[in-house]
């Protein structure tokens, strides 16, 4: 049994990427039979409580007695000012420490990254870092050139989202729809996304499709005025935030995913929906492509008229979108829980090695 600690700025009851990843792999761990324990300056209450610790930003390093966990493992975006904080203060307990990056720094990092590093004593620290895709590995490589990186994928519970995957044989009724799940913020690029549809359109005169965008966001009345200035009216339809259980009903209704977002540094809703069987429509920037086999479970873009194209082709050419599905379908993909898990666990015995502090010096060792 290990004594795992995650530390993250962000946790339930928010609901987002990281907030989401943690809480499951929390969970994958503990039935793996680890000791596993939630460190976050988040406030609210969520499921499994009582594997939560919560504390303020400044004082969350203090929470705990670091000194009681095997591994501290880290989740960084480019704002995680506790976690940060947790982190230095791990490294100079001798505490094993890997640290997880799940977002792209070039995206919005600028001089706090940078910042960051030198508040955090990332550049000499004995960490093993980590990141979400390969792009994000990148990133971290430019500001920590010294850094031992590895790439451990996100992962998504693909048994249960094929679970989702329409009967063989049954007929589905109505439009072509085109799903996409995001919050409606301007990283996420929904306005960009409806400008692509207006050219679909155009490209494919008399073609019965639709656009469903699931989740919401500050940019939802904005996107509420593109699709009147477009006059997609009955062409896009903003559903709102929906439950999983919801998402996995759409994704069976649906025939194709676009993930429009372009500095993304992975994907999780793509690869959802990659695992109930959809062709995944992506851009070339950010880790969609991570998962992606181009022109065999889908296709990734270099620019928003490019994306337009592809989502037109696939429109248009039945038997293109039915041999993605068929292909989509009948191969999962690999990024499964037990896959991160294992990437994690050899990632623990690196840090491990690496620390200061000898094995025989741990509490209860």
């Known amino acids: 049994m290990t004594r795992i600690l995650h530390v993250t700025d962000v ?21 793996q039979g680890h000791d596993v324990t939630v460190l976050t300056s988040a406030r609210g209450v969520a499921d499994h409580e009582e594997h939560v610790i919560r504390g303020s930003v400044a004082l969350l390093w203090r929470a705990v007695d670091l000194r009681e966990y095997d591994v501290v493992h880290a989740h960084l975006s480019v704002f995680s000012t506790a976690t940060t904080f947790v982190t230095r203060a791990a490294v100079h307990a001798g505490v094993p420490v890997i640290a997880t990056v799940h977002s792209m720094w070039s995206s919005a990092g600028g001089k706090w990254v940078p910042l960051a590093a030198t508040l955090g004593g990332w550049r000499r620290a004995p960490i093993v870092w980590t990141a979400v895709s390969a792009a994000a590995a990148r990133d971290v490589q430019r500001i920590l050139p010294r850094a031992e990186v590895r790439v451990v994928p996100n992962a998504v519970d693909v048994d249960w989202w094929r679970a989702g995957m329409p009967a063989e044989g049954k007929q589905k009724q109505g439009p072509l729809t085109i799903a996409a799940v995001m919050r409606l913020a301007r990283r996420k690029r929904p306005l960009q996304l409806i400008a692509a549809i207006d050219r679909v359109r155009q490209a494919v005169p008399g073609c019965d499709f639709r656009l469903v965008i699931a989740g919401d966001g500050p940019q939802r009345e904005h996107c509420e005025q593109a699709i009147a200035r477009h006059h997609l009216e009955g062409v896009v339809e903003l559903l709102g935030s929906r439950t999983r259980e919801q998402v996995r009903d759409l994704y069976a209704d649906s025939d194709v995913y676009v993930a429009p977002a372009t500095l993304e540094s992975f994907g999780i809703a793509a690869l959802e929906a990659r695992s109930v069987g959809l062709p995944v429509v992506g851009m070339k920037a950010g880790g969609v492509g991570e998962f992606l086999v181009e022109g065999v479970d889908g296709f ?15 429109l248009r050419d039945d038997a293109l979108r039915t041999r993605m599905t068929a292909h989509n379908r009948t191969t999962p993909p690999v990024h499964d829980w037990a896959h991160a898990v294992d990437n994690y666990d050899a990632a623990y015995c690196r840090a491990d090695e690496l620390a200061e502090r000898p094995l025989s010096s741990r509490v209860g060792a």
């Open 11 to 31: 946790y339930r009851p928010q609901v987002a990427g990281i907030e989401l990843f943690v809480e499951e792999l929390a969970d994958q761990q503990r039935k």
């Open 300 to 314: 990734l873009c270099a620019d928003d008229h490019d994306l337009a194209d592809t989502l037109a082709e696939l």
